[in-house]
């Protein structure tokens, strides 16, 4: 398997174990505050890697020479769904989910200026399109107001941001980063949590176990995927869990899409499997005629 390939096969295990334990996360949003559902997530996902990795030794899990970039990307991923709670309670939940698929453009945009990795244009123009078509998907007919901007911006950029940076701790140990970013974002939460707790029952924190252990296989794979390849050049492969998504829902509910949102659909698909496809072709060019 060539360094190409690895990093798109861990991209796509991280996209799908991801978008499942936000799934999961989501079926608790009637229950408790985001504020709350967060930082127990990661807080069962900090004592899980703790338990996991720092009885082996302790040091394993602090040993970074990048101890600001550490924090940093602990606050952008915390941003994200920080930004979009902000932007349903601002009544436009829907359209910061459609500007979230922006972020496969946003990750080749940021890492072009960040970073000397280059992306090939034909990748540029699927984030672009994927992005367009999904954002037309689920955008809102109504205008958002100003205040409403800084969720519905906040989202895909964060996480990009959060991406772009998990690439650059490629050079750290994937023990010391998956330890700072779940220990940033619970010490960022610890402040407001008195403020919204509600007692979980027993249910609810076997749930937040199971998301927090699932959330770190996610991000192993993607810090292996980080550390194996640039990001930007499969930074379309976000996209696929929308295709995804509908087909869960069609298969369940026995409800087709209308034509304008199958065609929508269908140019996310061409966008998100670009990169398989790109590697695929780059791979029979490698082996004898």
Same mark, same amino acid.
């Given at each position: 398997m060539t360094m190409a390939s690895r990093s798109i096969a861990l991209m796509v295990g991280f996209v799908l174990v991801w978008t499942l334990t936000e799934a999961i996360i989501g079926s608790l949003l009637n229950a408790y505050s985001p504020l709350q559902i967060v930082w127990m997530h990661y807080l069962m996902q900090l004592v899980i890697w703790g338990l996991v990795v720092g009885v082996r030794g302790p040091k394993r899990l602090v040993r970074t020479g990048k101890l600001t970039f550490q924090f940093l990307r602990a606050v952008m991923l915390l941003m994200m769904p920080l930004s979009w709670a902000f932007a349903r309670q601002q009544g436009f939940g829907d359209t910061a989910y459609a500007a979230f698929w922006a972020t496969p453009f946003l990750v080749i945009l940021f890492t072009a200026i960040l970073s000397k990795d280059r992306t090939p244009a034909f990748l540029w123009l699927a984030a672009i399109a994927g992005g367009?078509?999904?954002?037309? &998907?689920?955008?809102?007919? !109504?205008?958002?107001?100003?205040?409403?901007? #800084?969720?519905?911006?906040?989202? =895909?950029?964060?996480?990009?941001?959060? &991406?772009?940076?998990?690439? !650059?701790?490629?050079?750290?140990?994937?023990? #010391?980063?998956?330890?700072?970013? =779940?220990?940033?974002?619970?010490a960022c939460l610890m402040p407001f949590i008195p403020k919204v707790w509600m007692a979980p029952d027993l249910q609810h924190i076997l749930f937040f176990m199971l998301t927090g252990g699932m959330s770190l296989v996610a991000l192993w794979?993607?810090?292996?995927?980080?550390?194996?390849?640039?990001?930007?050049?499969?930074?379309p492969l976000l996209l696929a869990p929308i295709p995804l998504t509908f087909l869960l829902n069609w298969l369940s509910t026995h409800q087709r899409p209308g034509l304008q949102v199958l065609i929508l659909l269908a140019i996310v698909c061409l966008a998100s499997i670009t990169p398989i496809l790109l590697g695929f072709n780059a791979l029979r060019k490698r082996l004898p005629s």
């Open positions: 367009l078509a999904a954002g037309l &998907i689920f955008v809102q007919p !109504a205008i958002p107001h100003a205040r409403a901007l #800084a969720g519905i911006i906040g989202m =895909p950029v964060s996480f990009s941001l959060f &991406i772009v940076l998990t690439r !650059a701790l490629k050079t750290e140990p994937t023990s #010391a980063n998956l330890f700072y970013l =779940p220990l940033g974002i619970v794979m993607l810090d292996k995927a980080a550390k194996t390849a640039p990001v930007a050049p499969v930074a």
